[in-house]
């Protein structure tokens, strides 16, 4: 039976997007989340603003400048908390303004018509490209294997930084290698959710998933299955309601987060009486 709604192209090329882009989410944001990076992750994500705006105005790909700015953005502020002796949240707000500050003046400097940056503020998955999907695609092969060869070194960083130091001497290398791929998946998720709920795509899934698990692996794996459920659910929520694809998306997911909590804790109340 034919499904009138996958008969487009760009349908397809979405519902493809959703996939890696659930994969890269769920094992990025497992790390974020694990590390309570969140706050770190916010700051990366709205400094790769500044590349954005670098982009637009050298004439290139605004992806490929976030990208390179949101990486830079990522070492900077590992480098400044731990080398500078700055505190982590003054290292996040500077480089968080700057990043801004950037992109707001590269922009205003572009000549010619000010660039429509709804879909980068807010996303915009119906203009989801080929180089977009190969680029998620990429990203996504790269973390599975980084995850599973160093598992056990990742792991350690995220709960216990003075055991890993311990167990391995690259605990700093490791760290801005991480560092840089959790950048490079929020800026390749951007397309998906946005500069502005970007952030939600990553850390909502995994506490989803921490409602049914706290073993790191397991978390990774449902972090993926509950992200694929909400970006897709909300790519075609979005598709019937005409409503932006981000918003859907994230709505999706925080909806499906209130149930299961409303569902675990009647469990537990249950299992208790």
């Given amino acids: ?45 709205h400094a790769s603003f500044g590349g954005i705006g670098i982009g637009y105005f050298a004439g290139v790909n605004p992806v490929a400048g976030a990208a390179v700015f949101g990486i830079l953005s990522a070492i900077g502020i590992e480098y400044l908390s731990v080398k500078q002796k700055i505190r982590e949240d003054s290292a996040i707000g500077i480089i968080w303004a700057l990043g801004m500050a950037v992109g707001i003046i590269f922009i ?20 989801v490209t080929n180089a977009d999907l190969i680029a998620l695609g990429i990203l996504s092969v790269i973390l599975l294997l980084y995850f599973s060869v160093f598992y056990r070194t990742i792991l350690y960083i995220s709960f216990d930084e003075n055991y890993a130091r311990t167990y391995s001497s690259y605990v700093d290398f490791f760290k801005y290698l991480t560092t840089s791929l959790m950048a490079l998946t929020i800026v390749l998720n951007i397309r998906m959710a946005g500069v502005v709920l970007v952030l939600s795509l990553l850390t909502i899934p995994p506490n989803i998933a921490m409602l049914f698990t706290r073993k790191y ?38 909806v499906m987060w209130l149930i299961l909590k409303l569902i675990t804790m009647v469990n537990l109340k249950r299992e208790m009486e």
């Avoid at 000010?114 to 915009?124: C, D, E, Q, V």
């Fill in 1 to 45: 039976m034919d499904i009138p709604v996958l008969q487009y192209d760009f349908i397809l090329k979405g519902i493809l997007g959703c996939l890696f882009a659930s994969i890269t989410a769920g094992i990025a944001g497992t790390y974020i989340v694990s590390r309570r990076m969140v706050f770190l992750s916010g700051g990366i994500t």
């Fill in 108 to 127: 205003y400097l572009t000549p010619g018509y000010t660039p429509n940056l709804i879909s980068y503020l807010f996303g915009s998955i119906l203009t």
């Fill in 217 to 254: 692996s397991s978390i990774m794996k449902l972090s993926v299955l509950f992200g694929f459920a909400g970006t897709s659910g909300g790519y075609l929520f979005s598709w019937f309601t005409g409503i932006p694809a981000g918003a859907a998306t994230i709505f999706v997911l925080v």
